[in-house]
């Protein structure tokens, strides 16, 4: 079992930055595929960002790619998303999410076991 805590969320205006911090709770983080995932009003959860369990690669989705970065911090069991040059479309509650299926990385929201509750980044032009 893992609890996850999203955090980092607020309105910003485009064009800025934010970070968002996912703080892991349970059994041992580095065992557990992680990613970042987005749902915004009467849209579908879609994948946002993910990297290789084993390899550190990172993979993101097209709309994110070159302005958003995933990392994460095993020591502090936080997983993170830096956004740059936010726009209005990216507006929507992000969720991190923890696969315990032993899986390197994934872009899909049903290999994933455990999420968080959610953090709202509101993006005004």
């Known amino acids: 079992q893992v609890q996850l805590v999203e955090s980092g969320g607020r309105l910003v205006q485009a064009g800025g930055s934010l970070r968002l911090s996912c703080a892991a709770s349970?059994?041992?983080?580095?065992?557990?595929?992680m990613g970042w995932f987005r749902q915004a009003p009467g849209n579908e959860r879609e994948f946002v960002a993910t990297?290789?369990?084993?390899?550190?690669?990172?993979y993101y989705s097209d709309s994110v790619k070159g302005r958003f970065t995933i990392s994460r911090d095993n020591a502090k069991n936080t997983v993170y998303l830096q956004m740059n040059s936010l726009k209005p479309e990216d507006t929507a509650v992000y969720f991190c999410?923890?696969?315990?299926?032993?899986?390197?990385?994934?872009?899909?929201?049903?290999?994933?076991?455990?999420w968080g509750q959610g953090t709202q980044v509101t993006v005004s032009s």
């Open positions: 999410a923890a696969s315990a299926r032993g899986i390197n990385w994934s872009t899909y929201a049903y290999d994933y076991d455990y």
């Open positions: 349970g059994r041992t983080f580095s065992n557990y595929a």
């Open positions: 990297f290789s369990r084993i390899t550190s690669s990172t």
